[in-house]
């Protein structure tokens, strides 16, 4: 424990480079999976359709999808054989953003949906007398439940921090590449070696601690 | 188009799941008519409006606003709004609310700087423009509602028991607004329970009862 905490006080420069790596791939891949994944989830919030009740069971339901599955899909994709082969994106940060990406999606976009479901629903019918558009009423509707849109995004920012599936399959764990915090922990659980694997796993729990905490202030903040 | 009743509903009904929530066969309003919707809790009242408004749907029947269908109807949401027992405000101030009813409408910023101050002055909420939206009481939230729709440009106005939640002295303002929006030509379509509100301010009553049908008309 104590070599553990050294690695990180110490400054260790692999250790800080793989914290460093899986933040930045986290920050991207929930920043791409947000922009469509917020307005989505509030156009679905606000849209009245027959079907929408299969729509979003189908849209809970691949949350649940195991991370090595989505992993397995984009791998198709954009292996050598696959559709993006020539974007020469397997085994690079690129491929595990977009995993991590695809990972995300389907959660910010439920939780944006389940989320504003909280919502007063007078507000999205005084948008709709008002005369807005659906433009307008999803950038509105996302202003008022902006703190049920926060939570939605940490969500994701956690889901894909702790992920180890698409970062293994797609990025390859290659050193000061595209070796993330769980991926390293993985493989230096395997071979026996704990001390850089505790000082990983104590930067994800207080990560995971700090988007409990900023979820709450979120949580808070609703009307 | 002129000619054309504001509304004309033939043959309504509306369910909520499976049960009636609305049936009505026919009813006309007139271009500048207030018209008051009467009967007790879940009668449909509420329902009417919206369906008029066109919040709810789908429905069984015509409805038509100012001679066309509600469905795409260019008028529906330039010139009618539907507003909420309780309405709401968006955060922010109550001049960040009344800009942005105007910008939806897409009123040029001159013209909706002028607009939005003679509509401040119109409803006497000058002092309330640079106030958190959130902060004003429910007689404040009303007028500012109203005011809000107003300045967008809508002058049919449907109103879900608009003094229910009101102290007294609101009580009595908003009964002022609402016979100074008709002196102004409002078409104005309103829910209420008391009877001295409708006999100040309706031309005619529509009777709602438990069975939801809309039984007559009651001249004044």
Not at chain 1, 37 to 61: D, I
Not at chain 1, 175 to 185: C, L
Not at chain 2, 41 to 60: A, D, E, F, V
Not at chain 2, 197 to 208: E, G, M, Y
């Amino acid at each position: 424990m104590r070599t553990a905490i050294a690695l990180l006080s110490g400054g260790d420069r692999e250790t800080w480079m793989t914290i460093l790596t899986s933040l930045r791939f986290s920050f991207w891949s929930t920043l791409l999976s947000v922009i469509p994944g917020v307005p989505l989830g509030a156009g679905l919030f606000l849209a009245r359709f027959r079907g929408k009740r299969a729509v979003v069971a189908m849209l809970n339901a691949t949350m649940a999808v195991p991370t090595v599955v989505v992993g397995l899909f984009v791998y198709s994709f954009i292996s050598r054989s696959g559709p993006l082969g020539g974007l020469n994106l397997m085994f690079a940060p690129a491929g595990v953003i977009l995993g991590q990406t695809m990972l995300a999606f389907p959660l910010v976009m439920a939780m944006s949906y389940t989320g504003l479901q909280k919502l007063d629903p007078r507000y999205a019918e005084t948008l709709l007398t008002l005369g807005a558009g659906p433009w307008h009423r999803i950038i509105a509707i996302i202003r008022e439940g902006r703190y049920i849109v926060v939570q939605a995004v940490l969500a994701a920012f956690g889901r894909v921090t702790g992920e180890v599936g698409v970062s293994m399959m797609l990025g390859g764990n290659i050193r000061w590449y595209t070796r993330t915090m769980t991926t390293t922990i993985a493989l230096d659980a395997s071979k026996g070696e704990f001390e850089r694997a505790v000082s990983l796993g104590i930067v994800l729990l207080a990560t995971a601690l700090a988007i409990n905490f900023m979820s709450h202030l979120a949580v808070r903040n609703v009307r | 188009m002129s000619d054309s009743p504001v509304f004309k509903v033939s043959r309504l009904s509306f369910r909520y799941e499976r049960a009636l929530a609305v049936s009505c066969e026919a009813l006309s309003v007139a271009m500048g008519e207030a018209l008051a919707f009467v009967g007790p809790n879940g009668s449909g009242k509420t329902t009417m409006l919206k369906l008029l408004n066109g919040i709810l749907g789908p429905y069984q029947g015509t409805i038509a606003f100012m001679g066309l269908p509600l469905a795409h109807n260019p008028h529906l949401r330039r010139r009618s709004v539907y507003l909420h027992q309780h309405p709401v405000l968006f955060s922010g101030t109550v001049r960040n609310n009344l800009e942005y009813a105007l910008r939806l409408k897409h009123v040029r910023h001159d013209e909706a700087t002028i607009r939005l101050e003679r509509t401040a002055e119109r409803f006497g909420i000058g002092a309330l423009l640079e106030r958190d939206a959130s902060a004003l009481s429910g007689g404040e939230t009303q007028r500012v509602a109203i005011a809000r729709a107003v300045a967008a440009g809508a002058d049919v106005l449907l109103l879900d028991e608009p003094t229910s939640s009101l102290d007294a002295e609101s009580d009595t303002a908003m009964r002022s607004l609402l016979l100074e929006l008709r002196r102004d030509g409002a078409t104005i379509l309103f829910s209420a329970h008391d009877p001295e509100l409708v006999h100040l301010v309706a031309d005619r009553t529509i009777n709602f009862t438990r069975g939801k049908e809309i039984h007559h008309d009651s001249p004044r």
